[in-house]
């Protein structure tokens, strides 16, 4: 299956291999996601789940390997990044609001200078995405104002008024606690149900076994265990098992 | 062995003095809106992706931060005269200002530039800004802010290192108190005078600064917190 890619996917990953110096961090990795489908990647720290994900939106560069994100040859030196990251959302463990600009400004920027939209609509439109997180009172007090849950759900926003195919998710909940994560994880899950293609590299085994269609084990570089969320329940693998083992006792 | 002062005899002269302190005022703000502008182009320059730009602004930036700014200003002075070009004292001195103080602010703006984290560029990168819309939205005000003292001092500090221009006789504060001192024989009067016309100058400098601040960095304005 991992030979015969459909074009129709709105990620593809075939045989991607990217070296940090000596350190082989992704060793032929391949998958695919299909349009409306939640992928959670799941591994130990330096598994390289995150340097995969990173990949997609070409914020790593492989050293091999095709990769497909929307139409766009993300693998190829001549990509259009510009065009491919409206395609592509992507939200980062420490939330990365513009500090100097309310919610607001942080939302309106890039439809403003990246789409050449009015103002006034990119107002509305902030309006809109605040609203589907929960955040509509925010709109223009200043990030630091904001607990972390409140920021990540903010910038989940200012991801969504770029209307991404596509919304990557690198571990967002990591720096928050249980409660903040909740938080967070209900945006996510909405977003699942209204249909948004999502990959989200996670640490939280039961957000990940709830939400998402597919899991993807990461391991040593490796994809060493795909399958429905139902492999985190019966592994096939003993790397795996070893990992929801060590990831249940640790919550 | 008392002193005697007698400042009536300088002070008759204070149009000439308010000539002075207005022109030194004059050298001070254009110096500082381009030299501001030129030295934010050099700092921008020194991380570009061509090496060759790069390693052009950091030999104007150290080129200039250790050569002698009334050197600079004679080498600007004579130079533009060798070349056939007259221009008046005044535009020399602006000129030779601006780049002396550009190149101090390329460093400080530098500093600005490495204090904004690499996440927020990310995120910027991410929602498909172009390089030049990063620095225009993300970076340049964020980095103002956080080295706005340190430019403080430096646009006060070009004011009063623009005394140096009378060497060149442009009318400013000093070349005033030159003339004044050697009509009246009253040096020691005239230079305080003009210290303490220094001292309100920098003062007023401070002030447009701080009113400038507070124009430019509304989060802090109604937060009160520092970046």
């Known amino acids: 299956m991992q030979q015969d890619i459909p074009s129709a996917s709105i990620v593809s990953l075939r045989d991607v291999q990217k070296s940090f110096g000596s350190l082989k961090v992704l060793d032929g990795v391949s998958f695919t996601v299909e349009r409306g489908e939640v992928l959670a990647i799941i591994g130990r720290s330096g598994s390289g789940k995150s340097t995969a994900l990173r990949c997609i939106d070409r914020f790593e560069r492989v050293d091999h390997g095709e990769i497909i994100v929307c139409g766009h040859r993300v693998d190829s030196p001549d990509v259009n990044l510009r065009a491919l990251r409206q395609d592509v959302g992507i939200v980062f463990q420490s939330y990365n609001l513009f500090p100097h600009l309310t919610i607001e400004q942080n939302i309106t920027l890039a439809p403003c200078s990246v789409k050449r939209m009015a103002l006034s609509q990119a107002k509305d439109l902030a309006r809109k995405v605040l609203a589907q997180v929960g955040l509509e009172e925010k709109l223009h007090a200043y990030p630091e104002q904001l607990s972390g849950g409140q920021q990540q759900r903010a910038a989940i926003a200012r991801s969504l008024a770029m209307q991404p195919k596509v919304m990557l998710f690198d571990e967002v909940t990591s720096a928050l606690d249980p409660e903040l994560t909740v938080e967070v994880q209900k945006v996510i899950e909405r977003l699942a149900a209204d249909g948004m293609t999502m990959v989200m590299v996670t640490h939280e085994m039961g957000f990940a076994k709830s939400i998402a269609d597919r899991i993807v084990f990461m391991h040593r570089g490796k994809v060493h265990e795909t399958g429905p969320a139902s492999i985190l329940t019966s592994p096939t693998t003993p790397e795996l098992a070893q990992f929801v083992g060590t990831a249940d006792l640790k919550s | ?227």
């Open chain 2, 1 to 227: 062995m008392g002193i005697e002062l007698d400042f009536p005899a300088v002070l008759e002269r204070w149009p000439s003095f308010l000539d002075g302190a207005i022109l030194t005022l004059e050298l001070a703000f254009f110096a500082t809106v381009l030299g501001a502008a030129l030295g934010t182009l050099a700092a921008v320059g020194r991380r570009s992706h061509s090496s060759l730009i790069a390693r052009a602004c950091k030999v104007y930036v150290e080129a200039i931060r250790n050569t002698p700014l009334l050197v600079q200003i004679f080498l600007v002075y004579f130079g533009l005269a060798s070349i056939g070009l007259k221009f008046s004292a005044f535009t020399v001195a602006v000129a030779a200002l601006t780049i002396n103080v550009g190149a101090y602010t390329a460093e400080i703006m530098r500093a600005g530039f490495d204090a904004i984290p690499g996440g927020q560029l990310e995120a910027a990168e991410g929602l498909a800004l172009s390089r030049l819309q990063i620095y225009w939205h993300i970076i340049l005000l964020p980095a103002v802010e956080r080295v706005y003292p340190a430019l403080t001092s430096q646009f006060v500090l070009l004011m009063l290192a623009s005394s140096v221009c009378s060497q060149i006789s442009a009318e400013e504060l000093t070349a005033v108190a030159n003339y004044i001192q050697s009509d009246t024989y009253r040096a020691f009067e005239t230079y305080i005078i003009i210290a303490v016309l220094y001292i309100f100058l920098s003062l007023v400098m401070r002030a447009g600064f701080w009113g400038l601040g507070f124009v430019l960095f509304p989060r802090r304005r109604r937060l009160g917190t520092p970046l």
